[in-house]
């Protein structure tokens, strides 16, 4: 099983990327899937849940607006779309996914870790000011 994200890079502020994540070795349609990041010092920390079926999303408050989380469950992707990017974004963006299936959960779990058990690699995202 795994995650591979791809598309970070460096970046000025204002300007925007898209992130893919791609799974392989089993399907994650019918589950949820999210992305995490992490800065250089910080823990990682919640930026984005979307629920298995797409029509339910959750973000963290300093980025609901300029970013957006998206899925294509026939292609096994998971996106997410960052305009506006500012250098308080720089980090490491980490997808990931849950190994249930068909599961709705409360708003506070979508944004936890540990609702989460596999994990991508991480793609490094660099914004200068």
């Known amino acids: 099983v795994q995650l591979q994200a791809s598309g970070g890079g460096l970046v000025q502020a204002g300007d925007s990327l898209r992130l893919s994540c791609v799974a392989s070795?089993?399907?994650?349609?019918?589950?949820?899937m999210g992305w995490f990041r992490q800065a250089p010092g910080r823990e990682r920390e919640f930026v984005a849940a979307i629920s298995w079926g797409g029509s339910i999303t959750y973000y963290r408050d300093s980025v609901e607006g300029r970013f957006t989380i998206s899925r294509d469950n026939a292609k096994k992707t998971l996106d997410l779309q960052m305009n506006s990017l500012k250098p308080e974004d720089t980090a490491n963006y980490y997808c990931?996914?849950?190994?249930?299936?068909?599961?709705?959960?409360?708003?506070?779990?979508?944004?936890?870790?540990?609702?989460?058990?596999?994990w991508g690699q991480g793609t490094l995202v660099t914004v200068s000011s």
């Open positions: 990931a996914a849950d190994r249930e299936s068909r599961r709705t959960y409360t708003a506070g779990l979508y944004r936890t870790r540990g609702l989460y058990d596999y």
């Open positions: 070795g089993r399907t994650f349609s019918e589950s949820v």
